[in-house]
Nanobody, 121 residues
Framework: QVQLVESGGGSVQAGGSLRLSCAAS????????LGWFRQAPGKEREGVAA??????YYADSVKGRFTISRDNAERVLYLQMNSLKPEDTAMYYC????????????????WGQGTQVTVSS
């Protein structure tokens, strides 16, 4: 079955950087869309960024600071996070779908288990 495994989370001070990775496996062909979501304690899971062959989506809160990319050959998704802020603290999830794309949760049928990002002030 489809597996998405995130890595690269950790603790960093405000202004610092982290790069998240998501290794995808367990399927034939390719995923049309890959994305990153995050969920802070007591808040809804929100879309951060998504990428498909036609382009990318970014949440307004991360534009100019985060960059999403994918290595199709290696089946790895990345999220480069720069200029991190305390409000970026959350569990970050990788997501994938064969047909749809966007920043809404309903666009994705496959999910990873998450990696924690903590940004201190």
């Amino acid at each position: 079955q489809v597996q998405l495994v995130e890595s690269g989370g950790g603790s960093v001070q405000a202004g610092g950087s982290l790069r998240l990775s998501c290794a995808a496996s367990g399927y034939t062909g390719s995923m049309f869309c890959l994305g990153w979501f995050r969920q802070a304690p007591g808040k809804e899971r929100e879309g951060v960024a998504a990428i498909y062959t036609g382009g990318t989506y970014y949440a307004d809160s991360v534009k100019g600071r985060f960059t999403i990319s994918r290595d199709n050959a290696e089946r790895v998704l990345y999220l480069q996070m720069n200029s991190l802020k305390p409000e970026d603290t959350a569990m970050y999830y990788c997501a994938a779908d064969r047909m749809r794309c966007g920043l809404g949760r309903h666009n994705f049928g496959y999910w990873g288990q998450g990696t924690q990002v903590t940004v201190s002030s």
